[in-house]
Structures are given as C-alpha cells and as structure tokens.
DNA sequence: GAGACTTTCTCCACTGGGAGGACAAAGAGG
DNA sequence: CCTCTTTGTCCTCCCAGTGGAGAAAGTCTC
C-alpha cells in the first residue's frame, strides 16, 4: 500500500480531518452539523480529501428520518506508530487513524545503553507488529523519550539519566529508518497527551500530568495545548526543593523531590527497609527477587504491610506538598497522577490529595479533582500517535 | 468630543489598529511590509478604518527614496485609563492610543474601604484626570485589583486581602460609571502585561513576573497570553510553602511564603528588630515614623545596616527558593521581580539569583535572565491601557 | 535644472471562491 | 402509493481580493 503522501491543503480540511479522528466515521451532514461551512464548501472539502485518499466512503449512515447519508472516514489503511521510550523499558504500538491501538508491544530495556541499541531495539518490535499484519508500513510515529526535548528539532537536549543521548538526531534518524514522518517529545507531555485524547483528561483545558515512574515528571496543558517552556524543560519537577537540606540528590543538590519519592527512591528506601529488619514482608521479597522494586513495595503494601505503606504515604505526602504549590502557582482544572508506580494506587492518591487540599487556598482546589491515569502503559504509546497525527493533521 | 464607538470589523483591521498602536504613526507602506496584504485589500482597510473614525491621516512620512507616503495614526483623542488597585494605594492613569502615560496619579486608599469607597475615589482621580484637560472622556479602561477575579465577568472571587468585594461587579459598575468598556485582571497580570507592552519583557513570550508588595503575586505569560488559570487564581504564589512547619499564616496554614517575605511580614520582622535592639538605623526610623514599612527597611539597607540588608537577604533567599522551584516547573524565558518591595533592588535580586541558579537545573537557568521590573508604579496602569486595548482592538 | 529612477497611491478589469437556491435522489411513515 | 424529510449535486450570482497599468510625487545624478 502507499503510504500517506497528502497533506491537508487548508485549516478546513485539517479541522475535518481531525474531527473524523477523533469522532470516528461520520456522515457529510454530521460533519456540517460540527464546522459551520456552507453545504456546498463542504462537499467541495471532502471531495479533495477524497481524492486524496485520506478519507474515503465507507457505506451508508443509518437514517435520520430522510435519505440516508454516505459515511465519511479516515483511510483505514493508515498506521501511526507510538513509542513510549522509559527509563527502563519500551513500549511500542501501531494505531489506525482514529488512534486505536491495534497492536502493543512492551520490552525492558536500559535507556542508558544509549540510542544506537534502544533504536535497534524500537525498530525491531516496529518490524514485529508490521510481521503480524497490523500494518503495511507507516505513516507517521511520534516517540517519547525520559528526558527534555528541543521540540521543533526532536533532539534531546542535556537529560540527566540518558547519557549518550544528548544531541542525538532522534527525530531525523528515526524519520530515515521508518520512512515516515516523527515527531519526538518528552514522555510525560506524551502521556498528557494520551490522557487528554482517550483518558480521564479529555474535556479539560488546563490541567498537569504527573508522571511518577523511574522519576518524576510533569505534563502541563495550557488551553489544551501542551506547554513545553523556553528551553523545553518545562514540567521537569523532580529537582523541585522538598526537603530543605534534606539528602543528597544525584543532581548535585539536596532536598529535591525525587531524592525522597520514585521508583529509584522507593526501591532503596525499601531494601534498606528489609536489611534493617523493619518489615518481614519486604525482607521475603528481597530474598526472594535478589533486589526490590516498586513494584515489589506495590505488591507489600497491597498485602498490608505497614512499612510499605508507610513508605508510600510519606512519599505521596512529599510528592503532594510538591504539587500543592505547583496548584497554587498553576490553577489547573485536573491533576492526574500516573507512571510506573501507579500500582501503588490509592494510598499514594490518598496521600497526595491529603496534602494539596490542605495546603493550597480553597479557590484553586475547590473544583479540582485529582485522579489516576486512566490509560496506564498505553497513554504514552496513544499520546504518541496523537501527536504524530496532530502534526500530519495540520496544514501543510 | 465623541467617544470610541466603532470596532474593527476583522482580524486585518484588529492587526492594524495594533500594530498602530504598537509601533507609532505609520505610513501605509510600512504597514503593508508588516501585514502580507495586497496593495488594494490593505488600501480598503485603511480607508474603512478612517471612515469609523479609529484612525486619522497624520501628515507625510519621511521619503524613502521615492514619492512620501501619507501617515496613519490612531485617533488622537482616544484616551484609556489605566487604574491599578493596590492593597494601601490607587494609580490611576490616562493614556493616549498608544498606551503612552499622559498623567498618571497616586493616592493611598485602603483597600480594606470596600469597593464603594475605592470607586468613589478611582472616579475622584479620574475626574481630576479629566479636569486637567488631559481627556474629555474615556474609550475604555482596565482596573487591577490585588486578588483573583473571574476574568470574563470582572469580578473579584474571594479575594482574602479584599473583604467586602467578593463578587462585587466591578466591571459593569465601573463601566456604568465611566460610561464606556471596563476589563477587569488580577493587578499582578496588569504589571505584567505592562512589563511586556513597554518594559523588559517586550520580546519574550514565556515569562514569569513576580511581584512582591503587600503580598506575593505572579503573573504568567504563555506565548504571549496572560494565563490565568481555571478559576482565576493561577499565578496565586504567596501560600506556597516555604518552611515546612513554619510560622503561622494569615491563611490558616503554616510556613507559607508570604508569612516569611510581603511588604507586610518585612515591616513586621523590621519591628521585631528594631525593639530587640538589634539595629540601631531601624530603631531611630522607628521612633521618628511610629511604625516601620518595607520603604524604611530599604532605607536602611541602603545606608548600610546589617540588619536590614539580613532581612532583605533572608527574604530573598525563601523567595528565591520557591522562585527555582517555578523555574523548574515552567521553564520561562524571563523572570521579572517588581512591586512595592524594588526599592529593596539590588540585594533582593542577589540572594533571588543566587537560589534560582543554584537550585533549578542548567538547562532551565542557562540562559535565564532574572531582572527587576523596569516600569515601577506605572507597570500596572499601562498594564490597565494595554488589557482594555487588546480589548477593544479586536474583531467584534 | 532636466531627465531617469523610485516609491506611493489609485483605479480597474479579471479571477476564483463561496453562498445559497433549485432540484434530484433516497428513504420514512401513513 | 403519496407526502414529508433528509441528503447530495448542480448551477448561478455575488463579491472580495489580486495584480497590472499608470498617475503622482519624490530623490538623485549629471
């Protein structure tokens, strides 16, 4: 099959474009219904589109008390492809148009082994997917990688727990590899964006995506937009102080957040919880696995053991606290927690919401709800897709 | 005289009017270098702008080799007043279309009065304004107001500084009274808005501007927008905490920034000082005046006293630590320090400076300019011009 | 000071896109 | 089978915008 060559010519065309992504097929009078163009500017839109090939007919509509109208939707040969690149494993997924995943691969792998080998390894389960049918080729990917990115060049800039990736030409390598467009971003703004299409975000027009994984990380949406700052560091809240004069950080200060609270904290906390005898629980699991991870603290805690509780409770209180100013300071309409530790669930929800509400005035909480991810490992992968397709979707 | 009446009836028109605004007296050839119109369409356009009124033709523009062009300018009767509420003090400006300051005055007033008191003495000024043969009337204005407000009404929500104005509707009864358009913002976005329209922030399009007078504001600007949040509170920084455990706050919590560092806990600490003994400049200021202020410590700290020049800095260094800590998150391009509290200058911005670029990571300060607002009082009334402006300088 | 060259401004004919009505097609319901 | 509704297509009219031609008003060189 071809691939998808054609660029929307207008802003209309991209409008409908993006309407049948996200609204699925629909009928020329539906769509009327929805962009306030004339009948006859429509028809001529979506004949171009048409012609094009990245819509086509796809049958009758059921009827609404008349002629039943042709539905409309997006070529369904089309296959974007999202990468969500994480600290220590990756995920890859081939959607259709409407950012359906229609296939999901995860597999652990070291970011630190540097892009070379994480980008074999990307395009070996892409190849895998393309192997089991799913897809031809395609037509755009968009990837997240655990770190700031210099987003109109796609380049990683400086990121602390990738070494090796500094500079490297994520976006044109990968371009070169799939032979289709890419887009890369920071793997939190990616996951916002996920949330934001298909998850608990999707009607929101500011709101923050903490992502709580090997570190931690903050999506931020303005106006339904992501914000990605000056340098495009913006969300990066692991090095905010939380303890002043608290331990040492691996980023050469003290006190910062992540130094208390991630997946790398919550390990070493637990272990050396295990190795002073605190909990039998833990201690079983240490013996047991060789090392403790935060799922081994998720797993503690969901069987009651006190000091995994405690252990995520004074990690969400800091974590909270945290997010507290960053409410005061942001004003958000939704705050989402989500990431690898996830699976610590409602205590550490519990936890956060405990704090911001205390702490921050009652004008900016008192309509906020603070919620888990809805989508889990897939909000990545699908933010991926969308970003991809919000880049292709948009006039050339 | 007649007052604004007409509106631009497209976005060419609004863009225009702006840029007119913006840049001075213009010939339409210049304006036709800026706008990517055709000769014809932006002769049609100009000609409809002068038919309402808005614009005027101003004499003939310098040569530029050629035949000399006919210049455009804004309507010089426009008048917009810039009224800037403080929490002890009112500024109230008129300005001409091109937000330039004709007369600007200051009175102390209590905010604490209540909106009627206030508005009787806004209106005071603005006759006086008016009297002085500076404006026969206003196209419009923009008030700040120290608390949130809920932007699209005009109308304070909760303000805590603001007993009695909680939902009072100061847009329509000032609009009512003034007889003409009224917005009103949050004062912190006004002096940020000022800052961008004429001071340090004119080509920055991510920026932070903190300013720190009774309490503790922040203005953000996204892209060249004030973001204000869902419910208006955004940029509310003065609860943030700053000691975990600290001292008591007015807002019922403990440790929150502004019970460390405002104009008011300044004057507080300054008190405490002066009567332990422990600085003899602030003791006799204290004598002389009765009570202490931000303005006497900034004396002192200028004729020497450690005393003084240690609040400063301990002031500083907190502020400075939740200012990295927004830095972190937000990554601006720019970050302004302004209000009541400048005088303070220099030893302010040094202990600021030096906790912001220790604190946030590299990629976020490494080419982070942190500066001193370069308006002073007058930031918050071009604010006010420039917000009832954008206003009214857009398609109806 | 005259002529050549530039720039600005106006006028005008042509073009192309869009709006909206008329009409045909297709179905629902009685 | 007839009427009403909805959808899709076609066609004409209108108008905004483009871009060229040329006049007006300068500057600059010789």
Redesign the interface.
Known sequence: MRRMTARPANAHQARLLRLLRDGGPNSRAQLGDQVDLSRSKLAVEVDRLLETGLVVADGLAASRGGRRSHNIRLAPGLRFLGVDIGATSIDVAVTNAELEILGHINQPMDVREGPVAVFEQVLSMAAKLKASGLAEGFDGAGIGVPG?VRFPEGVP??P?IMPGWDGFPVREALSQELGCPVMVDNDVNLMAMGEQHAGVARSV??FLCVKIGTGIG?G?V?GGEV???????????G???A??DGRPCA?G?RGCLEAYFSGAALARDATEAAQQGLSAELASRLEAGGGLSAVDVAAAAAAGDATALDLIREGGNRTG??I???V??????LVVIGGGVTGLGHTLLAAIRTQVY???????T???PIVLCELGPTAGVIGGARLISDHLFSPA
Chains 1, 2 share one sequence.
């Open positions: 700031p800039v400086a602390p027009g500011d903050c931020i303005v914000y990605r700052g000056t340098t495009g560091s913006a969300g990066d809240i090095h905010i102080l303890v002043p980023c200060n606290q945290v507290a100013g960053l005061s300071f942001f004003n958000p309409g205390r702490q921050s005035l009652p004008l900016a008192g309509n906020l």
